[in-house]
C-alpha cells in the first residue's frame, strides 16, 4: 500500500498527502462524474423548483414533458440552444461573448475541491471522493465565486444599455457587501479546525458538527450565500419587476442559458460549501453515526448522506423564492454592512477567545467569565450610546389630511409653489 493511502485517516477520511496519487484515466473519470452531476442537479432543481412553488401558489407546475414533468428542464435547455443567437449590434462583441464563459467555468471549478466522500476503492485503485484538495481550499472556493462576479459585470457593462448596467453596478455592490460577511463567518470554522483544508475540516467533523458550537456563523453563512447567488429575496441585480432582466437583458439563446447554468451550479456549490464547513460534510447524521461503530461512514454511504444535506439546503432556496418578496435596495445593504458584517466581526472576537483560553488550559467557567463579563460591558455602552435609528419615521414627513405624500424639500418658495397648485 502506497504511502498516500497510509496517510488516509481511520474515520475514512483523506489526508493531504493521499491527493495528486490517482491516475489519469481516475482524475478523468472524477471529473467527467462531478460534471454530469451538475448538469443533472441544474435540471432537477429547476423541475423541481417549479412543481414545489407550483404546490404552494396551488398550481400544477409542469407536468406534460416526461413522468411528472421531469424532462420540462431538458427540454428548456435543449431550446434555448436550438434558438438564433443574437448579438445587439451597439455591443462589446468581445466582452460580451466572453461574460458567459467567466460566470460558467469559475462555477463548476468550485467543486473540484469538495469531498463527497471518504477513501474508496474505484476499481481496485484507494482513492478520496474528491478530485483534489489544497492547503487554502477554502480560499480556492472564494477565489472562483470572485471570478465568476466578473461575468456578470462584464455581462452589463458590455451591452451598452441602461438595465443591465445598473444590474451589473448592483451585483458588484452586493458581492463586495456579502462576500465580506461570507469570509467573516468562515473564519469561525478556520479557528476551530486548524486547516483551511475541506477534507481535512470534514474529518475534523467526525464527532461535532460545527454547525452547533458555531450557530451564529451558521446562519450568518447561510444568508451571505443567498446573496451571493443572486436568489430571492436578494435577486436585486436581475429583478425582473425593476430591471426587466437585469444583467442579462440583451442575452438570448446559448450565452442566456450559460448564466442560468451558472447560478443554479453555484446554488449546488455553496450548498456542497456549507454541508462541509459546517454540516460535518460526508458524516453520516446522529444517531445513525452510532451505528455498528460508524460502518456507515465507510464505503459508499457517506455519499447518501452529502447529497441528502445538500438537497435539504437547495429546497431551502426554493422555499425563499416562493415566500419572501425582494429586498429594497437600502435594507438589502443595510443587512449586509450594518447587521452581518459587524455580528461577524464580534463573533470571531469571543470565538478567538474561547479558543486561545481552551488552549492555554482554562476552565469552562472561567472562559465564560473572561469572555462573558468584558461582552457584556460592551453591549451595556453600545445601547447606552446608540441613538434613535435613522429608519424611523419622521413625523414631519406625513402628508397632510386628505393629500398625498410629499417629497422632502428644503426651498420654501417650492414648497409653496406645490401647495398652491395641489389646491
Do not use: C
Not at 54 to 61: A, L
Not at 141 to 165: D, H, N, R, T
Amino acid at each position: 500500500m502506497s504511502g498516500g493511502v497510509l496517510a488516509a485517516t481511520s474515520s475514512g477520511g483523506a489526508h493531504l498527502g493521499i491527493f495528486g496519487q490517482d491516475p489519469w484515466w481516475l482524475i478523468i473519470i472524477k471529473t467527467v462524474v462531478i460534471f454530469v452531476f451538475l448538469m443533472l442537479t441544474t435540471i432537477l432543481m429547476i423541475w423541481a423548483e417549479r412543481r414545489i412553488i407550483g404546490r404552494m401558489q396551488q398550481r400544477p407546475g409542469p407536468n406534460r414533458v416526461g413522468p411528472f414533468g421531469m424532462a420540462q428542464g431538458l427540454a428548456d435547455g435543449v431550446k434555448l440552444m436550438l434558438k438564433e443567437d443574437l448579438i445587439p449590434a451597439l455591443v462589446d462583441k468581445p466582452l460580451y461573448i466572453l461574460a458567459p464563459l467567466v460566470s460558467t467555468i469559475p462555477a463548476f471549478l468550485s467543486f473540484a475541491v469538495i469531498p463527497v466522500g471518504p477513501v474508496v476503492s474505484i476499481f481496485g485503485h484507494r482513492t478520496p471522493l474528491q478530485i483534489t484538495d489544497l492547503p487554502v481550499a477554502v480560499l480556492f472556493i472564494l477565489a472562483m465565486a470572485s471570478i465568476g462576479v466578473y461575468g456578470i459585470v462584464l455581462a452589463g457593462w458590455s451591452s451598452q444599455s441602461p438595465y443591465p448596467l445598473l444590474g451589473a453596478l448592483r451585483s458588484a455592490a452586493q458581492v463586495i457587501s456579502y462576500e465580506v460577511a461570507m469570509g467573516l463567518s468562515l473564519a469561525a470554522v478556520f479557528l476551530y479546525a486548524g486547516s483551511l483544508s475541506t477534507s481535512e475540516i470534514v474529518t475534523a467533523q467526525s464527532k461535532l458538527w460545527y454547525a452547533l458550537p458555531l450557530f451564529p456563523s451558521f446562519i450568518m453563512y447561510l444568508v451571505s450565500m443567498i446573496g451571493e447567488t443572486n436568489r430571492a429575496p436578494f435577486d436585486l441585480p436581475e429583478a425582473e419587476s425593476e430591471l426587466v432582466a437585469g444583467f442579462h437583458t440583451e442575452y438570448a439563446s446559448i450565452k442566456f442559458a450559460m448564466f442560468f447554468l451558472a447560478e443554479y451550479v453555484n446554488m449546488t456549490t455553496v450548498s456542497a460549501l456549507a454541508v462541509t464547513l459546517f454540516l460535518g460534510g460526508w458524516h453520516a447524521p446522529w444517531p445513525l453515526s452510532t451505528f455498528d461503530h460508524g460502518v456507515l461512514n465507510t464505503g459508499w454511504w457517506p455519499v447518501l448522506w452529502f447529497l441528502g444535506k445538500v438537497f435539504i439546503l437547495l429546497f431551502g432556496f426554493i422555499w425563499l423564492r416562493g415566500t419572501l418578496p425582494r429586498l429594497r435596495y437600502d435594507q438589502f445593504m443595510a443587512l449586509g454592512w450594518k447587521v452581518l458584517i459587524p455580528a461577524s466581526l464580534v463573533w470571531i472576537m469571543i470565538v478567538a477567545a474561547f479558543r486561545e483560553l481552551t488552549n492555554e488550559g482554562r476552565t469552562r467557567l472561567q472562559t465564560l467569565i473572561y469572555v462573558g463579563i468584558p461582552l457584556a460591558l460592551v453591549v451595556l455602552v453600545a445601547s447606552f450610546f446608540t441613538e434613535k435609528s435613522d429608519d424611523e419615521p419622521d413625523d414631519s414627513l406625513e402628508p397632510p389630511s386628505g393629500g398625498y405624500p410629499m417629497p422632502v424639500l428644503t426651498d420654501p418658495e417650492a414648497t409653496a409653489t406645490l401647495e398652491v397648485s395641489r389646491d
